[in-house]
């Protein structure tokens, strides 16, 4: 009796306070989300009806949330590796458009059985989706150049280098701008009959319980949270911190890679991605929302997909822009991202524990 006492006790709903922190932006981004519908839209019921209902009126609607949540896990998961190692490396945009060149290549060029064909062209964009992530790395040591800047023209750099490999060698002469047809055998397949759900999810599964257990249950894991919490500390513990940086990079950018191969065989008939991806800003979000936690992130991710599917079928049916979804994102990130915000709770409550640890100390010494 008196250990659940203790264990009672022990609980305080302020260890968990920067989940709570985030739960409350959220809800506060969709109230006053809410309250600009009411103020811009003829029919603001039938608005926030369709965008917080529509993804579940149908079947085909709620596994179109799941698939466009994927690629979210995937660069969600990956940018998780290389920000925990503490560089603040954003070239998953890179990894992930190359990753769904070199997965195009691979499906166009190289005829292989079913199975074996998706495995390699994943592989492939694995292994280039990893080393394009460590080059700013590798840059910043030899010329100092911030990793933020190399980061940003990596993904312009790739981008453009991807563009005009598919343009000089996989494009078709006829028709409207595209790469030749993927075969059947390099697609993921689809999972459920009349939706768009396809393979790549359980590929999706099994890479997010792989980072789970690489970053919570592995001294890899551990050497890469020390080494991004405390540089000076890590190296002092006799942490090989440049090697745990460039393999926490690899792996990240491979995990983008494989997103970006796998959206682009999964979704797509052909390569036809004109423009950068963006998705690096994406995955920028999920990771604040999930406060970098891996379990975290396919919630989040999925949470987002959700938000942007709802406000596609809310345009369809009034008078609103799916584009509210983005302000929507703007406000989450502000308050996120703001230091101060419910900061004064959190004050509050650390100065009343002060002062109850300091009573109980001067009783114990009277």
Same mark, same amino acid.
């Given at each position: ?113 079913? =199975? ?7 592989? !492939?964009? %694995?292994?280039? *989706? #990893?080393? &394009?992530?460590?080059?700013? @790395? ?106 745990? =940086? ?7 950018? !491979?995990? %983008?890679?494989? *997103? #970006?191969? &796998?959206?682009?065989?999964? @979704? ?99």
């Amino acid at each position: 009796m008196e250990n659940k006492k203790t264990n009672a006790k022990k609980f305080d709903v302020m260890n968990y306070f920067s989940v709570i922190r985030i739960a409350a932006a959220l809800l506060l981004s969709i109230v006053l989300v809410f309250v600009i519908i009411f103020f811009v839209s003829e029919t603001p019921g039938l608005a926030i009806q369709k965008l917080m209902l529509g993804p579940l009126e149908t079947k085909r609607s709620f596994f179109n949330v799941v698939v466009r949540g994927i690629p979210l896990v995937f660069t969600g998961l990956g940018l998780t590796l290389c920000l925990k190692s503490g560089i603040f490396n954003i070239s998953s945009d890179a990894s992930f458009y190359m990753g769904a060149v070199v997965a195009t290549a691979i499906a166009i060029s190289f005829p292989l059985p079913n =199975i074996v064909h998706q495995a390699v062209l994943i592989i !492939a964009a %694995a292994i280039v *989706g #990893g080393l &394009i992530s460590m080059l700013p @790395v590798i840059v910043n040591k030899y010329t100092k150049v911030n990793p933020v800047v190399l980061a940003i023209m990596a993904n312009s750099i790739f981008y453009y280098l991807g563009l005009s490999i598919v343009s000089s060698f996989f494009l078709e002469p006829s028709g409207s701008w595209g790469s030749y047809k993927f075969p059947d055998h390099a697609r993921m397949g689809t999972m459920i009959q009349g939706t768009t759900l396809h393979y790549g999810f359980l590929v999706m599964i099994a890479v997010t319980i792989f980072v789970i257990i690489l970053m919570n249950k592995t001294s890899f894991g551990y050497k890469v949270r020390v080494t991004g919490s405390n540089l000076d500390f890590a190296k002092a513990s006799g942490i090989k911190t440049n090697f745990v =940086i460039l393999l926490a990079q690899f792996i990240g950018g !491979a995990i %983008a890679g494989m *997103g #970006g191969a &796998i959206e682009i065989v999964g @979704v797509y008939k052909r390569f036809r991605w004109q423009s950068q991806t963006n998705y690096v800003w994406d995955g920028l979000l999920i990771y604040m929302l999930s406060n970098g936690n891996p379990t975290y992130i396919p919630l989040t991710a999925f949470f987002i997909a959700y938000l942007r599917v709802g406000a596609e079928i809310m345009s369809r049916a009034t008078d609103l822009d799916p584009e509210i979804v983005t302000f929507l994102q703007g406000i989450i990130i502000f308050l996120v991202a703001s230091q101060k915000f419910l900061y004064f709770i959190k004050r509050r409550h650390d100065q009343k524990m002060s002062l109850k640890q300091a009573e109980e100390e001067g009783g114990a010494a009277v």
